[in-house]
């Protein structure tokens, strides 16, 4: 059912009182795959990163590792990319999978959703000049469909999937985010230090890092440490639980921010990756790589220790499910299972603290072998798809034991690589073609 909406209020929010249409031109764009990399969305303008690149991170989830499911192989990802370009009620299906996750995440009410969609019907011909007659035509046509259930949020999502995949897209996904989690809760989310800024940048319309922990979390944090803090009496509010995509940022490797464990440690091997100016994203075909991380060692073999009484270097395969709870890895029945058989093939009924690490952090110094090789990783940059890039960088890790030695220059692979480092000192990528974050 369509209902009224408040965009005054929506408008402040996101675009504050200094609305540039440069800045709203680069925000209208639609959700629209690649010719050339079939799984990929493009990005024309910059801006719209803060929504496009944690969508491009659950599309890859959704085809590339459903739940319990092992991860595909280099041939099996060329395989489904192949089936995707040349099916395109499957995209049409995944693109509604995605959206509708996303909602999921963020409603605050089970099975209440918004899905705002628009009666302009833009084109690409008629936003080729963009004006502030424009901008109040857009949101004069917005129309709020409210749903009351999942099936009846899909249902809506397919009959409205054109205006979606037209120019405005992107801001359509943006707004049905915002009114399904509410606009007084969003500002709960921010809190009292962003709370005057726009979502949207009025100058460079780079969107605020609250967009992006929107999609991969649900919630609009500003923050990306874990948990809550206080700073001088002051509530800060932090990320509360491992997403299941991650974030890693080159702000953290200038020490002006902390991004935490849960954000470095995702439960699926996707990572959005901030530059100074841009996001891009990191996925790769190995799910042990999303749980190594140096500090996450010392706390992994502490917690095993409290397991281990006599200190015998093992524990009771009895005990696998609450090591895997206290250090936040699935720890459901099929999960521990298939972990268990991994870590006592032999079914003796004990997992020794070597096979534990070298089986979900890899590279540790407690493991059987110092080096993991081999490890498929790609990188997506949507701005660099529309510029007729060949498609995602492909790459093949090693996890070692030595800091890959970085160099002060910032070249588009040495900033990647200053990224990557704030979760893998270790880990060195040789790519077919070098990536840019930017």
């Known amino acids: 059912m369509g209902v009224g909406m408040n965009v005054t209020q929506l408008c402040d929010l996101v675009w504050g009182q200094e609305r540039s249409s440069v800045v709203f031109n680069q925000w209208l764009q639609p959700l629209q795959f690649s010719p050339s990399e079939p799984t990929a969305l493009i990005q024309h303008l910059g801006g719209p990163c803060s929504v496009l690149a944690p969508l491009q991170a659950y599309v890859i989830k959704h085809l590339l590792f459903p739940r319990n499911q092992p991860c595909p192989t280099v041939e099996q990802f060329s395989e489904i990319s192949s089936r995707f370009a040349a099916d395109f009620e499957l995209q049409k299906r995944t693109l509604i999978e995605v959206l509708t996750q996303l909602l999921e995440k963020v409603t605050l009410k089970s099975g209440t959703y918004s899905v705002i969609t628009s009666k302009l019907g833009l084109s690409t011909q008629n936003v080729a000049q963009v004006d502030d007659e424009m901008f109040n035509a857009f949101h004069s046509s917005l129309l709020n469909v409210q749903c009351s259930s999942k099936d009846e949020l899909q249902s809506v999502l397919n009959d409205n999937l054109p205006a979606f995949l037209c120019p405005g897209g992107v801001l359509l996904l943006l707004y049905s985010l915002i009114f399904t989690r509410g606009i007084s809760q969003i500002k709960s989310d921010i809190g009292i230090i962003e709370a005057d800024n726009p979502l949207i940048d009025p100058v460079h319309g780079h969107g605020a890092v609250c967009i992006t922990t929107l999609c991969i979390t649900g919630a609009a944090y500003t923050n990306l440490f874990d948990g809550d803090k206080s700073l001088d009496g002051l509530p800060l509010k932090g990320v509360g639980e491992r997403p299941e995509v991650g974030y890693l940022s080159i702000l953290e490797h200038y020490r002006y ?65 609450s090591l895997l709870q206290s250090l936040q890895l699935p720890h459901d029945d099929s999960s521990v299972q298939t972990h268990t058989q991994s870590l006592d093939p032999e079914q003796l009924g004990i997992i020794t603290l070597a096979s534990f690490l070298q089986h979900f952090y890899p590279g540790s110094t407690d493991g059987d072998s110092t080096v993991v090789t081999d490890i498929p990783v790609y990188h997506y940059n949507g701005l660099t798809l529309a510029e007729g890039s060949r498609g995602y960088s492909k790459g093949m890790g090693v996890l070692g034991l030595s800091p890959v030695e970085l160099t002060p220059e910032l070249a588009n692979d040495e900033k990647l690589n200053l990224i990557v480092a704030t979760k893998w000192p270790t880990l060195q990528i040789t790519w077919d073609h070098i990536p840019s974050v930017d």
């Open 257 to 321: 921010l902390q991004v935490g464990s849960y954000m470095k440690q995702p439960l699926a091997p996707l990572w959005v990756l901030a530059s100074e100016t841009h996001l891009t994203l990191l996925f790769a075909l190995d799910k042990s790589l999303a749980y190594n991380s140096c500090d996450q060692v010392e706390t992994a073999r502490e917690e095993f220790k409290k397991l281990d009484a006599d200190c015998c270097g093992f524990i009771d395969s009895s005990k696998l499910p």
